[in-house]
């Protein structure tokens, strides 16, 4: 199956600061998102993105389906960013392999 | 719109004894999945269903039974808990019919098997 690698494991920041969290996937997909699942284990998904640039607020996303990778941007980082964040693919839209993501602690 | 929902949100249960969590949406959905994530471990797909009355493998089947018997619902079962099944379980559901291609996840169930 698709193999997953979300890199840095853990990311530490100061509230302000900006951060690039990366997604390597090892086959072509037509599907990958990316998700936050905050301190309270609630999952949200934040952008669907199997190509292409795709901005929200603060939050983008950039993925080269050519390359086998995807990039989430986070600006001007705030405490309420921490928690873990998933970047998941898939060869179609049934299934969704997922990372082991990134958990960001942002400090005050 | 409650969106996804999940029943119960916590469980104790001993090894051997069964049970059946139960996902409901209220967003017309198409599709339906069940995954567990255990920590350091991301999360793993079990079942999914891409219409009702249909259902599938994903990536960790085994120990686990799942029916789609209404469009809104979908119940994962286990019939014989055991120690390696405690986890949180998140159910999710998709409409990929209509291009909305985003997963949209339940609060969760933390299951303990003792």
């Known amino acids: 199956g698709i193999q997953v690698e979300q890199s840095p494991p853990d990311l530490i920041l100061q509230e302000g600061a900006n951060s690039t969290l990366r997604c390597n996937f090892s086959?072509?997909?037509?599907?990958l998102q990316w998700f936050h699942q905050n301190p309270w284990g609630q999952l949200i998904n934040l952008f669907y993105i199997p190509s292409g640039t795709k901005q929200n607020g603060r939050l983008s996303a950039t993925t080269v389906a050519t390359e086998r990778y995807s990039l989430l941007y986070i600006s001007s980082s705030q405490t309420t960013d921490s928690g873990v964040y998933f970047c998941?693919?898939?060869?179609?839209?049934?299934?969704?392999?997922f990372g082991t993501g990134t958990r960001l602690t942002i400090i005050p | 719109n409650a969106g996804v929902t999940q029943t119960p949100k916590f469980r104790v249960l001993k090894t051997g004894q069964s049970m059946t969590l139960l996902c409901a949406q209220d967003m017309n959905h198409e599709y339906m999945y069940w995954y567990r994530q255990d920590p350091g471990m991301g999360l793993r797909l079990i079942h999914y269903s891409v219409g009702e009355g249909t259902t599938a493998k994903g990536e960790v089947p085994d120990g686990y039974n799942v029916s789609r018997l209404k469009k809104q619902n979908f119940l994962l079962g286990l019939e014989s808990a055991a120690p390696s099944q405690t986890s949180v379980y998140f159910c999710?559901?998709?409409?990929?019919?209509?291009?909305?291609?985003?997963?949209?996840f339940g609060p969760g169930t933390r299951l303990t098997v003792t």
């Open positions: 998941a693919v898939g060869p179609d839209h049934e299934k969704l392999t």
């Open positions: 086959d072509s997909v037509n599907n």
């Open positions: 999710a559901s998709s409409k990929p019919g209509q291009g909305l291609y985003e997963q949209y």
